[in-house]
């Protein structure tokens, strides 16, 4: 590649890998699955990418010092790194097995969150802890709820086995 190929791949990496973090994130709302483990691929995968491509960055941009390494780290994490990670759940999601499984589970801890959808942002959006087979998951819920979110007192929903073997919640109820 070129020196201007890469002043347009570096940065369109990172724009994808920022684009996806918020995907991700979606999805994460809906799997179990430990967080350690995303921040795990993210890292990993960024600091490989560093080690493979520094030399090809560094001719690319005219840093010098600390600043080269921030910067540089801050492409391959945020770019690369997010990217495999979003492949990553998104296939586990995607890809899930076709039998489904309901549960119930009791709400053990209640709070809200700021967010909204891009037309009404800045909503109380309610979360609530359940206790998921030793592991306390917080599931995030629609503005609606809001009002009577200490009405609630069991979340329902089906479960799938996802491609990677973590589960996936679909069709969340509140009883």
Same mark, same amino acid.
């Given at each position: 590649?070129?020196?201007?190929? #890469?002043?347009?791949?570096?940065?369109?990496?990172?724009?994808?890998?920022?684009? !996806?973090?918020?995907? %991700?994130?979606?999805?994460? #709302?809906?799997?179990? *699955?430990?967080?350690?483990?995303?921040?795990?691929?993210? !890292?990993?995968?960024?600091? *490989?990418?560093?080690?493979?491509?520094?030399?090809?960055? #560094?001719?690319?941009?005219?840093?010098?010092?600390?600043?080269?390494?921030?910067?540089?780290?801050?492409?391959?994490? =945020?770019?690369?790194?997010?990217?495999? =990670?979003?492949?990553? *759940?998104?296939?586990?999601?995607?890809?899930?097995?076709?039998?489904v499984e309901k549960k119930s589970y009791e709400i053990i801890r209640r709070t809200?969150?700021?967010?909204?959808?891009?037309?009404?942002?800045?909503?109380?959006?309610?979360?609530?802890?359940?206790?998921?087979?030793?592991?306390?998951?917080? !599931?995030?819920?629609?503005?609606?709820?809001?009002?009577?979110?200490?009405?609630?007192?069991?979340?329902?929903?089906?479960? %799938?086995?996802?491609?990677?073997?973590?589960?996936? !919640?679909?069709?969340?109820?509140?009883?």
């Open positions: 590649m070129t020196k201007k190929q #890469r002043k347009i791949f570096y940065p369109t990496i990172f724009i994808l890998g920022l684009f !996806l973090m918020v995907w %991700q994130t979606i999805i994460y #709302r809906n799997t179990i *699955i430990d967080v350690n483990i995303l921040i795990g691929i993210v !890292l990993t995968i960024g600091i *490989i990418s560093f080690i493979i491509d520094f030399k090809n960055y #560094r001719k690319t941009y005219e840093y010098s010092g600390i600043g080269l390494y921030i910067y540089s780290l801050m492409h391959y994490i =945020c770019g690369f790194g997010f990217i495999v =990670c979003s492949i990553f *759940i998104l296939t586990n999601y995607y890809f899930a097995e076709q039998n809200w969150i700021k967010g909204g959808s891009k037309y009404s942002t800045g909503e109380k959006q309610p979360v609530f802890t359940i206790n998921y087979e030793g592991k306390n998951k917080e !599931l995030v819920f629609y503005a609606k709820f809001y009002e009577k979110m200490n009405s609630y007192k069991t979340v329902e929903f089906e479960t %799938q086995k996802g491609f990677f073997g973590f589960e996936i !919640l679909k069709n969340k109820k509140l009883n």
